[in-house]
């Protein structure tokens, strides 16, 4: 575990967290991925983390939020299959919202657009299709997902609504 990782979870975990982070987080991945070129989020260095590119629900305007993942290899782990990004063969999205009541917006703009996302991924632009988890296969997500990120626990219990996991599977198409 990286230096400061537990610090982060405690601190990430409280209600104060929950109301600055959504306001300074995003903007300040979203500088650091542009000034970089893509190939930095200021937040992976704590945890994983892609950029993602979807239509809006409502204005089909793309929408572009950096975002924590969950990455799931694809081959086992003996290599990249000659993508370039590790092995990665699909991604989970939690949408926690750092525990705050409404689900966040990028989770409408999936349901609406499962075929549409693009995510960037270490700078790699990569097609998408986003599926939302639900009965078994969401429960077993959920429990490596609070192994991976142990806050999502605490997330979940000062809520009323479920917190929304979606699988994002490569597609193929324009990155």
């Known amino acids: 575990m990286a230096p400061g990782v537990r610090l982060v979870q405690k601190v990430s975990s409280t209600r104060a967290f929950a109301r600055i982070a959504?306001?300074?987080?995003p903007a300040m991945?979203?500088?650091?991925?542009?000034?970089?070129?893509?190939?930095?989020?200021l937040s992976a260095q704590m945890l994983p983390g892609v950029v993602l590119t979807v239509p809006g629900?409502?204005?089909?305007?793309?929408?572009?939020?950096?975002?924590?993942?969950m990455p799931v290899a694809g081959d086992g782990g003996t290599g990249d299959g000659g993508t370039?990004?590790?092995?990665?063969?699909?991604w989970v999205l939690v949408g926690s919202n750092f525990g705050r009541?409404?689900?966040?917006?990028?989770?409408?703009n999936?349901?609406?657009?499962p075929e549409a996302p693009v995510i960037s991924w270490k700078g790699v632009g990569i097609p998408?299709?986003?599926r939302l988890l639900a009965g078994a296969e969401r429960a077993e997500v959920?429990?490596?997902?609070?192994?991976?990120?142990?806050?999502?626990?605490?997330?979940?219990?000062?809520?009323?609504r479920e917190i929304r996991l979606f699988r994002l599977e490569r597609r193929d198409g324009p990155g």
Not at 22 to 25: I, R, W, Y
Not at 85 to 90: F, H, I, K, L, V
């Open 22 to 25: 959504p306001h300074v987080v």
């Open 29 to 41: 991945d979203r500088a650091v991925h542009r000034l970089t070129r893509g190939k930095v989020l």
């Open 57 to 69: 629900a409502r204005s089909g305007q793309l929408r572009t939020t950096p975002l924590a993942c």
């Open 84 to 90: 370039g990004d590790g092995g990665t063969g699909s």
């Open 101 to 108: 009541p409404g689900h966040p917006a990028w989770t409408a």
């Open 110 to 113: 999936l349901l609406a657009h």
């Open 128 to 130: 998408v299709r986003a």
């Open 142 to 160: 959920w429990e490596a997902a609070l192994r991976f990120w142990p806050p999502y626990a605490a997330y979940q219990a000062r809520i009323d």
